[in-house]
T-cell receptor, first 113, second 115 residues
Framework: DQQVKQNSPSLSVQEGRISILNCDYT??????FLWYKKYPAEGPTFLIS?????DKNEDGRFTVFLNKSAKHLSLHIVPSQPGDSAVYFC????????????FGIGTKLQVIP | DAGVIQSPRHEVTEMGQEVTLRCKLI?????LFWYRQTMMRGLELLIY????????DSGMPEDRFSAKMPNASFSTLKIQPSEPRDSAVYFC?????????????FGSGTRLTVV
């Protein structure tokens, strides 16, 4: 049972345009969310996070939006660059307890020059 | 700092053989996580150690899998006997505490192929 769902396995975007990666979750106890980025033959690297007390967090070209009522979050990359081509993992945490991180299966983003 | 170091990078073994994956944590990190990545299930947590003590091993598939942390900087994941369905990329990650606000630091992974 996937508690964190990334329903789009892949996405192609032209360089300079906006990339929108989506993530849905089913566990209402999740209250902290993270995005990781992974290049081939490397481990995932932390990208950006958001607490459930916020609905938006921005870091340079990357913005994460959270819609708690819909149990949905999205990562926006503007403008997209070829170096952004990677697999993006959505992850969710319940901050009570030991804060286990649950990952989605990832979305492969290709930014076309 | 060299980051989280995993070895080997690639491992090909025959079904039934023992496989040992190794991980060296970043100095000062006290939490260690072993993950398995597959196309169907993404990144699955296998086991979590904090201060060398296993906290959550509910993700370990079965008794064929075992993990140890003999000291604060090193961990092993052993599969015995290995089966073709164990083929995946295995990552270890470390953090200070739970790594919630600063994320985990992942190693580059070990790609395991069991034939």
């Amino acid at each position: 049972d996937q508690q964190v769902k990334q329903n789009s396995p892949s996405l192609s975007v032209q360089e300079g345009r906006i990339s929108i990666l989506n993530c849905d979750y089913t566990n209402s106890m999740f209250d902290y969310f993270l995005w990781y980025k992974k290049y081939p033959a490397e481990g995932p690297t932390f990208l950006i996070s958001i607490s459930s007390i916020k609905d938006k967090n921005e870091d340079g070209r990357f913005t994460v939006f959270l819609n708690k009522s819909a149990k949905h979050l999205s990562l926006h990359i503007v403008p997209s660059q070829p170096g952004d081509s990677a697999v993006y993992f959505c992850a969710a945490v319940t901050t009570g307890g030991y804060q286990k991180v649950t990952f989605g299966i990832g979305t492969k983003l290709q930014v076309i020059p | 700092d060299a980051g989280v170091i995993q070895s080997p990078r690639h491992e090909v073994t025959e079904m039934g053989q023992e496989v040992t994956l190794r991980c060296k944590l970043i100095s000062g990190h006290n939490s260690l996580f072993w993950y398995r990545q597959t196309m169907m299930r993404g990144l699955e947590l296998l086991i979590y150690f904090n201060n060398n003590v296993p906290i959550d091993d509910s993700g370990m598939p079965e008794d064929r899998f075992s993990a140890k942390m003999p000291n604060a900087s090193f961990s092993t994941l052993k599969i015995q006997p290995s089966e073709p369905r164990d083929s995946a990329v295995y990552f270890c990650a470390s953090s200070v505490g739970t790594g919630l606000f600063y994320g985990y630091t992942f190693g580059s992974g070990t790609r395991l192929t069991v034939v």
